[in-house]
Every structure is written in structure tokens, then in C-alpha cells.
């Protein structure tokens, strides 16, 4: 089986997403445009509270993140939760699909550990600091297997609010 186009693998994974949120019963929608800040919203029903959910797919082993280079970590404007869509083409056109569902600071901790490793890697064999700028952020399945299917975090949000 080929691979999914990029322009359709994300739109593939933002319809997903939202998706499995309605499935539980959390209305969602898909934000439009190239200069969209977030992907997908998530409503509450009383339509008082709003979600933003940064939708990340990949075909691969990684996603990329972007996190370092956008100044994600330190934005009060940055989405609420990421949801890390693996999406693997398998036989007779059927697909394994995987959902981890984290929130900015659990990803914003995860990538930051992952640039450390790196930098202290890159620190040993060239005995200086990476520009970790000019980089592309990104986090492996692995890292993230612990939040596999995790859609409780979405959904008690709205059940104590929206605060973060």
C-alpha cells in the first residue's frame, strides 16, 4: 500500500480526532485555513468552553513537534492538549491506527528530555552545545506509548472545567 499525500494525511487526522471525540460525546470540529492556529476545537455543550487540541500524524515512528523552534513551551496561546495520530498502512487497504492523547506540559516535558539525550550525545562527540534552533522537534511512538487511547484527560477537563 502507498503512502497517505501529507495534505491528506493531516486533514485524515484532524477528521479522526475529531471523530473519536464526538464518539465520546464531546462535540469537535476541524479549524480551517493556512493560518489557523490550532487544529481542532472541542466544545462543551453549554458551547461556554473551548478546548484546543494540536493534531500531529504520522505514517512513521516520530511526529514532528515543532515545539523548541515555535516557542510552543513557553506560550500562554498554545494548545490545551496534542493528540499524536499514528496512522500505518497495512493489507487489503485497511490501516492500524493509534491515538496518544497528552497534554502541553506532558509534551512539552517529553520533548524537552528527548532534545537533552541529544544535546548531551552531541556534546560528547563534538564537545559543544547543539543549536537545538535550527533543529526540527520531534518525539518517537515510544515516547509517548503511556498516553496511548488516554481521551479521559479531554473529557474530565469539561467535566471540571476548562482551567488549566
Known sequence: MTRIEPYLLNLAGEYRVCSELNKRGVFSTVTYGNRKGVDVYAISDRQERALKIEVKTSQRLNFVTGIGQKGLAQDPTAPDFWVLFQIRPGGDGQYAERFFVLTHAEICAIQAARNQR??????????????????????????????????????????RGAER
Open 118 to 159: 541529544y544535546a548531551d550525545k552531541y556534546h560528547t562527540k563534538r564537545g559543544k552545545q547543539p543549536d537545538l534552533s535550527t533543529g526540527v522537534d520531534n518525539v518517537m511512538v515510544a515516547d509517548v506509548e503511556q498516553h496511548e487511547n488516554k481521551w479521559s484527560k479531554i473529557i474530565e477537563r469539561f467535566e
